[in-house]
């Protein structure tokens, strides 16, 4: 795929390791990059990100073939493998660099992003309120390279095989007709 004919979205559903791993399998993505956006200063290390106290939550930032796979089905598939109804927290991971956020780079993400959420609000999809913020983007930092294909390098590790192993799981479960072959 040419990078100069796709689009961008910019997710954080908690640990990036996770987000990233997910986002990779799907047909139309052509790239998945680990980093940080929302925050308040400039250029920060996964070793203040972590503290909670730069503000910025662990994202990835997605290139994708909108002709291959819709913002809104990226957005289903973020919906369905992580929990958009708790704040500030994924399983164990706890504090604001672990929140539910869309951070749309257009009117139109921004749109549907408020559309889904709406109807998925008034369809009681999930049992509690969604509090997923939807936030216009601010500058998104790449994540140092150790970060970045975490799950595809350390699948043995305990971190993926019990938090990240069932959001694969599940995403084959539930989309599997949107993976890559």
């Known amino acids: 795929m040419e990078k100069k004919n796709l689009d961008t979205a ?4 908690g640990c990036f390791w996770c987000t990233e791993a997910v986002f990779q399998r799907l047909d139309g993505v052509a790239e998945v990059i680990s980093g940080f956006t ?3 200063i400039k250029n920060p290390a ?3 990100i972590i503290t909670g106290r730069t503000g910025h939550a662990e994202s990835i930032k997605i290139l994708f073939d ?7 089905e990226l957005l289903l598939v973020f919906f369905a493998t992580h929990d958009p109804t708790t704040l500030n927290r994924q399983q164990n991971d706890v504090g604001t660099q672990y929140r539910s956020a869309i951070f749309y780079t257009s009117e139109e993400q921004k749109e549907v992003a408020e559309r889904l959420i709406k109807t998925m609000e008034e369809e009681k999809f999930f049992s509690n309120p969604i509090v997923t913020e939807v936030t216009e983007a601010s500058p998104f930092y790449t ?3 150790e970060h970045q294909d975490f799950y595809n390098e350390h699948r043995q590790q305990p971190y993926c095989q019990f938090i990240i192993d069932p959001k694969i799981k599940k995403l ?3 989309f599997s007709e949107k993976l890559k072959k």
């Open 172 to 174: 084959k479960e539930l």
């Open 38 to 40: 929302g925050g308040n």
């Open 66 to 72: 909108s002709k291959r796979i819709s913002f809104e």
């Open 46 to 48: 996964y070793r203040e």
């Open 10 to 13: 910019i997710l954080a559903g």
């Open 143 to 145: 994540a140092e390279e």
